[in-house]
């Protein structure tokens, strides 16, 4: 394995995993950051390595960044997320990062009621102060989502949402994992804005 350039936090979840699929399909040498190496080893292949990190823990993220120039990070929501972003945006600038890829989400916004997308909207206005050269990947829900109620659509034909009668636009994945994938290697990448399920911002 070539010596690892990019570094993924949050390759655990659906987006992340997917990522660095496409990552090992075109070849491309990658470090993916994790808590517990020994509960991700099915991560690693001839083109990832796995390093132990905790995002609430910054003295571990120093030796992660240690080499890479870019860096792509997406979490799980938690009273703690606008910490752990904080938290890696430093290392990152002291790691002397060049570019920054944040998975974000469709209607960020730091003032809504809404908890995920405040949080969101927050930790975008925090990259954006940072001095980092950054992307930001704002894309709405998943159908991949729509896979936790499998069992409820099985015995009643119904999936809920709590939209009441709102409409709700979705992407995959899938579809999603080349922008994340461009992004991550061709930091000067434009993309096509999507009114329905897309942004991408970016600062170079």
């Not at 070849?27 to 991700?40: D, I, Q």
């Not at 997308?117 to 001095?131: N, T, V």
Request: proline share 4%; hydrophobic share 40%; aromatic share 10%.
């Amino acid at each position: 394995m070539n010596t690892p350039q990019i570094l993924i936090a949050g390759g655990t979840g659906t987006n992340g995993r997917e990522l660095l699929k496409q990552l090992a399909d075109k070849e491309v040498s990658v470090r993916v950051l994790v808590r517990n190496p020994e509960r991700a080893t099915y991560l690693a292949n001839k083109h990832t390595e796995i390093v132990q990190g905790d995002l609430s823990e910054p003295f571990t993220l120093d030796k992660a960044l240690e080499g890479i120039e870019r860096a792509y990070i997406v979490t799980s929501i938690h009273p703690d997320t606008l910490t752990w972003f904080d938290n890696f945006y430093a290392a990152a600038a002291n790691a002397g990062v060049s570019q920054l890829v944040k998975f974000s989400g469709y209607g960020a916004d730091s003032t809504s009621s809404i908890e995920i997308i405040r949080q969101h909207g927050l930790s975008d206005r925090k990259l954006m102060e940072s001095g980092l050269n950054y992307t930001i990947l704002r894309p709405n829900s998943f159908y991949q989502n729509i896979l936790w109620q499998a069992e409820a659509i099985k015995s009643r034909a119904q999936f809920y949402l709590p939209l009441g009668v709102a409409k709700q636009s979705l992407v995959d994945v899938r579809g999603l994992g080349p922008c994340a994938l461009r992004s991550v290697r061709h930091p000067y990448a434009v993309f096509p804005y999507h009114k329905a399920a897309f942004l991408a911002a970016a600062r170079h």
